[in-house]
C-alpha cells in the first residue's frame, strides 16, 4: 500500500484474493453442537487477512466477502441474508471487528522473524477472543441461550480454532518475510 491514504490497483487486488480466498475457505464446514454452529476455516481466515494485509485492507476484504455473500451463498453455504437471521450473526460482526484488531497489531510487529511471530501470535489470539465475544452475544440474542451456555458453547472450538491460528501464523510470517513491501515502512524524522 502506498504511504498515502489511497488505494491503487494492487491494493484492490490483495482485497479481492482475501474476499475470494474466505469465500472458498467457508465451504469447509463441520457442524457442531445442537445448534449446528459449525467449525469453519472462515473465520480463522478472516484473521489471516488482517495479518497479511493489515486493519485497513483485511477489513475491506471481509466486508467485500460479506457483500458478495448477499447474493451467493459464500458464508458456509448460506447468504448474508440466511445467516444474519440466524445464531452466527454476531460471530460476522465479530470478524469485521477481529480482523481490524488483528491486522491492526499485525502491521505494529518489527520486521525481525521472532517479534513478527509474537505479534502475530498475539494477533490471531485476540481475533479469536472477539469473535468468541461477539459469537457468545448473537447466540444470546438469537438463539435465546443463556450467558453460561453460550459462553460454553466455545469450548468446542478453541482447539481447532487455535491449529487454524498456529496454521495461519505460518502462512503470514512466510508471506511477510517474502513481500517485506507489503507492509509499509516506517518513515522515521530526526
Same mark, same amino acid.
Given at each position: 500500500m502506498n504511504n498515502n491514504s489511497s488505494f491503487d490497483v494492487r491494493d484492490l487486488g490483495y482485497i479481492a484474493v482475501f474476499a475470494a480466498l474466505i469465500s472458498v475457505l467457508a465451504f469447509?464446514?463441520?457442524p457442531v453442537g445442537v445448534l449446528g454452529v459449525p467449525i469453519v476455516l472462515q473465520n480463522t481466515a478472516v484473521i489471516l487477512a488482517g495479518m497479511v494485509l493489515g486493519a485497513k485492507r483485511g477489513t475491506l476484504s471481509v466486508i467485500l466477502w460479506l457483500a458478495i455473500g448477499l447474493v451467493l451463498p459464500v458464508i458456509s +453455504?448460506? /447468504?448474508?441474508l440466511t445467516a444474519i437471521v +440466524?445464531? /452466527?450473526?454476531g460471530y460476522l460482526v465479530g470478524y469485521i471487528v477481529a480482523t481490524a484488531l488483528a491486522g491492526f497489531i499485525a502491521y505494529k510487529a518489527p520486521r525481525r522473524r521472532g517479534a513478527l511471530i509474537g505479534y502475530l501470535a498475539v494477533a490471531g489470539v485476540l481475533g479469536l477472543l472477539i469473535e468468541y465475544g461477539f459469537g457468545i452475544v448473537g447466540?444470546?440474542?438469537?438463539?435465546g441461550l443463556d450467558w453460561g451456555t453460550a459462553f460454553t458453547s466455545q469450548l468446542v472450538f478453541i482447539p481447532t480454532d487455535l491449529i487454524e491460528v498456529?496454521?495461519?501464523i505460518a502462512i503470514a510470517v512466510a508471506v511477510h518475510m517474502a513481500f517485506p513491501g507489503l507492509r509499509p515502512q516506517k518513515i522515521i524524522t530526526a
Open positions: 469447509v464446514s463441520v +453455504g448460506k /447468504t448474508l +440466524g445464531p /452466527t450473526i447466540l444470546v440474542f438469537r438463539a498456529i496454521f495461519w
